[in-house]
């Protein structure tokens, strides 16, 4: 588990250096204008999902870590905007940070697809924030009722396994993978995804081997010497779920 985050020292320091550097304002810091805490999945997974698959297939890792970059930024502004809270009580202040903060976010994205020569990956991570702000509507709505498992995971698969299926498939694209090893890879990245956010929504344990195991299903159909680094992968993000290991 903590092998694969050492693999990556260098990139994700570069990354989280690249974050501090951008997201940064005159007249406050972004830790003063968003009370939002992060775990380690929350600053390290997407990258890492990234950048393993692109490795395990003989990518380039310049252009993984401005992808991985990107995608940061995309989990970063969803995050944010779900701080919103319906309270007519609420101070002023925090109803404006998370919109004002979190569409700032997303214009770092942008700018970073045009920085990165990436803009040909604009219109799946459209797609997949479309479906990610339909999974916080669908979580909005689901407080109203009682929710079955299978909503649940549903609403999962739009918030976050979208967005760690689209960083795994984008990886591979990075290597030059075929369509079907890019699809093969989504699966992986999907399956991690649903994982770490059952884990976070307290599902039952259940959800969450389930998930593990399918991820590990699909790397046993992939060449022995590139599903090595990527079981490392999946043991890391089961390693970092709260009460799962």
């Not at 990107?70 to 944010?80: E, G, K, N, R, S």
């Not at 924030?129 to 299978?150: C, V």
């Amino acid at each position: 588990m903590f092998l694969l985050k050492e693999n990556f020292k260098r990139e994700l320091e570069e990354i989280r250096n690249t974050l501090g550097r951008e997201i940064r304002f005159k007249a406050a810091e972004f830790d003063e204008l968003i009370d939002l805490e992060f775990g380690e999945l929350d600053n390290n997974a997407c990258a890492l999902i990234v950048l393993s698959i692109n490795q395990a297939f003989g990518g380039v890792v310049r252009p993984a870590i401005g992808l991985a970059t990107i995608l940061q930024y995309i989990f970063m502004a969803d995050q944010v905007h779900r701080l919103m809270q319906d309270d007519a009580n609420l101070e002023e202040s925090k109803r404006q940070f998370p919109v004002l903060v979190g569409d700032y976010l997303y214009g770092k994205f942008f700018l970073g697809l045009c920085k990165e020569k990436l803009l040909h990956f604009l219109a799946p991570m459209a797609q997949v924030i479309r479906e990610m702000n339909e999974g916080a509507i669908s979580r909005w709505l689901s407080n109203r009722e009682k929710i079955s498992e299978t909503e649940h995971i549903h609403i999962l698969q739009m918030e976050r396994a979208s967005l760690t299926g689209l960083a795994a498939r984008l990886g591979a694209d990075l290597a030059g993978c075929s369509e079907k090893v890019q699809m093969q890879c989504e699966a992986l990245g999907w399956q991690l995804g649903i994982a770490w956010a059952a884990s976070q929504d307290h599902m039952e344990k259940s959800v969450v081997e389930k998930a593990l195991n399918q991820a590990r299903e699909i790397l046993k159909d992939w060449p022995g010497s590139k599903n090595h680094s990527l079981y490392d992968l999946v043991d890391y993000m089961e390693g970092n779920l709260g009460g799962v290991s």
